[in-house]
T-cell receptor, first 111, second 114 residues
């Protein structure tokens, strides 16, 4: 079955504020990845966190992973209008055969 | 280094016709994944291929849909006898290794069945 469920479904914040999105999944994973999708475009990879890692940073992005709770969070600090997009988490199973994507969080950053 | 190329970007087919969607992975990538996305929804896994082999097609409908990734040329997702419910965006992604590296996505093919 598909796994990966983002929360909230939609988020609207003011420019400069932080945005936090959460992802829950169902089965054991090799790694978890976050992607961004602008309207009408393909997904762009943001960050990958392996199952033995707890936290990872990349610029204004901070990702945490809690394998005991089967959950991850993506924090975007000091948001900008250009961060407006949909954000998806994807989990790679231990076999590596499939990447399952969640339903996404639609982020709107108001200038 | 060109990214993942998908064509056509938009495809309109009448019910009953065939749709052929093409995907050229990034240079050096031998793993290809196809996904389907309905408006306001996430991506649904369809099939995972390596060169000349289908590794996992568990997300693919049993009938009318097929995929290939020949030794030479792009990966093809083929939908026979299309129905209105096939209307969606179809995305292809590639990676150099399975499971442990990011996926690189194309911009998708938007299929409309009239």
């Amino acid at each position: 079955s598909q796994q990966g469920e983002e929360d909230p479904q939609a988020l609207s914040i003011q420019e400069g504020e932080n945005a936090t999105m959460n992802c829950s999944y169902k089965t054991s994973i090799n790694n978890l990845q976050w992607y961004r999708q602008n309207s009408g475009r393909g997904l762009v990879h943001l960050i990958l966190i392996r199952s033995n890692e707890r936290e990872k940073h990349s610029g204004r992005l901070r990702v945490t992973l809690d394998t005991s709770k089967k959950s991850s969070s993506l924090l975007i600090t000091a948001s900008r209008a250009a961060d407006t997009a949909s954000y998806f988490c994807a989990t790679a199973g231990v076999s590596g055969n499939q990447f399952y994507f969640g339903t996404g969080t639609s982020l709107t950053v108001i200038p | 280094n060109a990214g993942v190329m998908q064509n056509p970007r938009h495809l309109v087919r009448r019910r009953g016709q065939e749709a052929r969607l093409r995907c050229s992975p990034m240079k050096g990538h031998s793993h290809v994944y196809w996904y389907r996305q309905l408006p306001e929804e996430g991506l649904k896994f369809m099939v995972y291929l390596q060169k000349e082999n289908i590794i996992d097609e568990s997300g693919m409908p049993k009938e009318r849909f097929s995929a290939e990734f020949p030794k030479e040329g792009p990966s093809i997702l083929r939908i026979q006898q299309v129905v209105r419910g096939d209307s969606a965006a179809y995305f292809c992604a590639s990676s150099p290794v399975a499971g442990d590296s990011p996926l690189h996505f194309g911009n998708g093919t938007r299929l409309t069945v009239t």
